[in-house]
């Protein structure tokens, strides 16, 4: 079984753990042959170092970014490398699709910038018409003429099929729900221990996009700069440079002496010494497909604090600390309450964390399944 991965536009934060994981799942197996084309970027080449000396994973690498050149290269050299690598299956790992292509294809829908109704109130209210138009309306009429003839879909939650189905016909379409996450126990931390009479440690882990409109760090910035006032010991741990934040018009500098600007950890060990005692990771996103960042929090046995959103309901539960989306006067009193409630921190984890074994383990658990399902071999 020979499958073209097609990874074009995965560079960084989410796109970079989901990749690497799949590929730890088809690294070494013997019935499949993986053809993983990427854009060549510094976390790509670590994936890229990681696997290359596995027999059965090939790297096709290109210098070249952007929407145009996606559409050109994958409607065209595709076809080139369909014959000369003798392609069973494309897994289309970010959400485009080839209809002139009539080899079989999954696609796996990463991103719902392109299917969120939330998402374009936002623009609307914010008089964002022309990137709108630009950013989200344009490119969705393609994302969607490319899914038209794709009868195979994977999502990572039942709510991203639901957003789907808000834009695009589903009735006879194929959905899969994958798990992109380890379950296993060894991955699972015990609460951390809080005692909120010292240091409040705040992580914000947010990649290099994190000026468009649905990360929404604007409501984190503004929480905290009022928060700033309330004469608490607090830090601020964000996974962005002091440059990127001072050349954007979001972040408030009166939390400079607050703040360690971190830049983009690409060390899972440098990562999990972020989830310590006493830290509270706050998500802002108006829309995630899982919010990895988030279930990352959850595992290393944090506090977590995350928007009101159909998004985090479904897969975090009705237990989370949720506050009102775009509400930074809702997420300081979340804040608040978390401070005034420390005794029940540890349980609260404990339950969101089995809320979340049971859900995974609920969806697929390997590719593999679904590449013999798509192919009925």
């Given at each position: 079984?020979?499958?073209?991965?097609?990874?074009?536009?995965?560079?960084?934060?989410?796109?970079?753990?989901?990749?690497?994981?799949?590929?730890?799942?088809?690294?070494?197996?013997?019935?499949?042959?993986?053809?993983?084309?990427?854009?060549?970027?510094?976390?790509?080449?670590?994936?890229?170092?990681?696997?290359?000396?596995?027999?059965?994973?090939?790297?096709?690498?290109?210098?070249?970014?952007?929407?145009?050149?996606?559409?050109?290269?994958?409607?065209?050299?595709?076809?080139?490398?369909?014959?000369?690598?003798?392609?069973?299956?494309?897994?289309?790992?970010?959400?485009?699709?080839?209809?002139?292509?009539?080899?079989?294809?999954?696609?796996?829908?990463?991103?719902?910038?392109?299917?969120?109704?939330?998402?374009?109130?936002?623009?609307?209210?914010?008089?964002?018409?022309?990137?709108?138009?630009?950013?989200?309306?344009?490119?969705?009429?393609?994302?969607?003429?490319?899914?038209?003839?794709?009868?195979?879909?994977?999502?990572?939650?039942?709510?991203?099929?639901?957003?789907?189905?808000?834009?695009?016909?589903?009735?006879?379409?194929?959905?899969?729900?994958?798990?992109?996450?380890?379950?296993?126990?060894?991955?699972?931390?015990?609460?951390?221990?809080?005692?909120?009479?010292?240091?409040?440690?705040?992580?914000?882990?947010?990649?290099?996009?994190?000026?468009?409109?649905?990360?929404?760090?604007?409501?984190?910035?503004?929480?905290?700069?009022?928060?700033?006032?309330?004469?608490?010991?607090?830090?601020?741990?964000?996974?962005?440079?002091?440059?990127?934040?001072?050349?954007?018009?979001?972040?408030?500098?009166?939390?400079?002496?607050?703040?360690?600007?971190?830049?983009?950890?690409?060390?899972?060990?440098?990562?999990?010494?972020?989830?310590?005692?006493?830290?509270?990771?706050?998500?802002?996103?108006?829309?995630?497909?899982?919010?990895?960042?988030?279930?990352?929090?959850?595992?290393?046995?944090?506090?977590?604090?995350?928007?009101?959103?159909?998004?985090?309901r479904t897969v975090y539960g009705?237990n989370m600390n949720l506050y009102?989306?775009?509400?930074?006067?809702?997420?300081?009193?979340?804040?608040?309450?978390?401070?005034?409630?420390?005794?029940?921190?540890?349980?609260?984890?404990?339950?969101?964390?089995?809320?979340?074994?049971?859900?995974?383990?609920?969806?697929?658990?390997?590719?593999?399944?679904?590449?013999?399902?798509?192919?009925?071999?």
């Open positions: 079984m020979n499958i073209l991965i097609n990874a074009l536009g995965v560079v960084d934060s989410g796109g970079i753990k989901v990749l690497d994981r799949l590929l730890n799942e088809v690294k070494g197996t013997i019935l499949i042959q993986s053809f993983v084309v990427c854009n060549i970027s510094v976390n790509i080449n670590i994936i890229v170092d990681k696997y290359q000396s596995c027999n059965n994973i090939t790297f096709v690498t290109s210098y070249k970014k952007g929407y145009l050149f996606r559409l050109l290269y994958e409607m065209f050299y595709f076809q080139s490398l369909i014959k000369n690598y003798n392609i069973d299956l494309i897994y289309n790992s970010t959400g485009t699709g080839q209809p002139f292509i009539n080899t079989p294809q999954l696609v796996k829908i990463q991103n719902l910038i392109f299917f969120s109704k939330k998402l374009d109130s936002v623009f609307l209210k914010r008089k964002l018409f022309v990137p709108w138009l630009i950013d989200i309306l344009i490119k969705r009429f393609f994302v969607k003429c490319l899914l038209i003839r794709v009868k195979h879909i994977e999502v990572q939650s039942a709510h991203v099929e639901n957003c789907l189905s808000n834009y695009i016909s589903i009735k006879n379409k194929c959905i899969y729900k994958k798990s992109d996450i380890n379950i296993c126990d060894n991955d699972f931390s015990p609460p951390k221990k809080y005692d909120f009479s010292k240091k409040i440690k705040f992580l914000y882990i947010v990649g290099p996009h994190f000026e468009l409109p649905h990360k929404n760090l604007t409501t984190f910035v503004n929480a905290l700069s009022t928060f700033n006032g309330l004469n608490v010991d607090y830090e601020i741990n964000i996974t962005l440079t002091k440059d990127q934040l001072h050349n954007s018009k979001i972040w408030d500098p009166t939390l400079d002496s607050k703040t360690n600007f971190l830049g983009y950890i690409s060390s899972q060990d440098e990562m999990n010494k972020l989830f310590c005692s006493n830290t509270i990771l706050v998500s802002t996103s108006i829309i995630e497909t899982l919010g990895l960042h988030v279930i990352d929090g959850i595992k290393k046995g944090v506090i977590t604090i995350a928007p009101n959103e159909n998004y985090a009705d009102d989306t775009l509400n930074s006067d809702s997420l300081l009193n979340a804040i608040q309450v978390v401070l005034k409630n420390d005794s029940q921190h540890s349980e609260l984890i404990l339950s969101l964390q089995d809320r979340l074994k049971k859900s995974e383990m609920a969806k697929n658990q390997n590719i593999l399944d679904i590449f013999k399902e798509v192919l009925n071999v």
